[in-house]
């Protein structure tokens, strides 16, 4: 790990204990904000590696936008996923959507520039953070989508019936009805429960 990369680690992992981190006043101090015990714990790491973790600091109060920090509270900092899930949140709010494409993250929307700032920094310092909440984000949509597959997807499923409602049969025993809407008709349960016995 060279001295950058090691640098944004730790203004990532301070930033997950809750820490803002900020130019001070003189022109090489660094100003911690934070509880009490988390400035105490890290403080001595971060003067000791100040020299690669100022610049970073004043790249970002060039730019005139804050490092992450204060912009995002998870309810519990040390989870990468939920922390992430924070900051894409955060950002949506303000009109910009990070996702996924080929596990890269871009963005979509019209934030004004300093929120499109912000991101970038998020994504620089907290890569890892917003790669975990998208690919958890994906797993949850992806799950989703299979439970709700319809019922023309189901080798249960039977269209014929000596019925003379002429309704659709489950051979697992469910009972169906069509279902209409203004574009479609679809076979579904009558309870509309997701149905574990639904299999291609």
Known sequence: MNAA?????IIAQATRDGLEIRKGDAPDKIKLRGAADAVARWKPIIAQHKADILPLVEAANDAGRPLPGVIVRAADQSDRELFGVECLSYLHAHG???ALEFDHIVMHGTAS????E????????????LLAALKAQEAAQQAIQRAARPCWQCRHLRTTSSAASQLPRCDAGHALVYR????????????ARNCGDRTT
């Open 113 to 116: 520039p300093q929120i499109i």
């Open 118 to 129: 912000e991101a970038r920094t998020l994504i620089e310092l907290l890569g890892d953070d």
């Open 5 to 9: 990369t090691e640098a944004r680690d």
């Open 180 to 191: 209409s809407s203004a574009t479609r008709t679809w076979p579904g349960r009558v309870d």
């Open 96 to 98: 910009l959507v990070l």
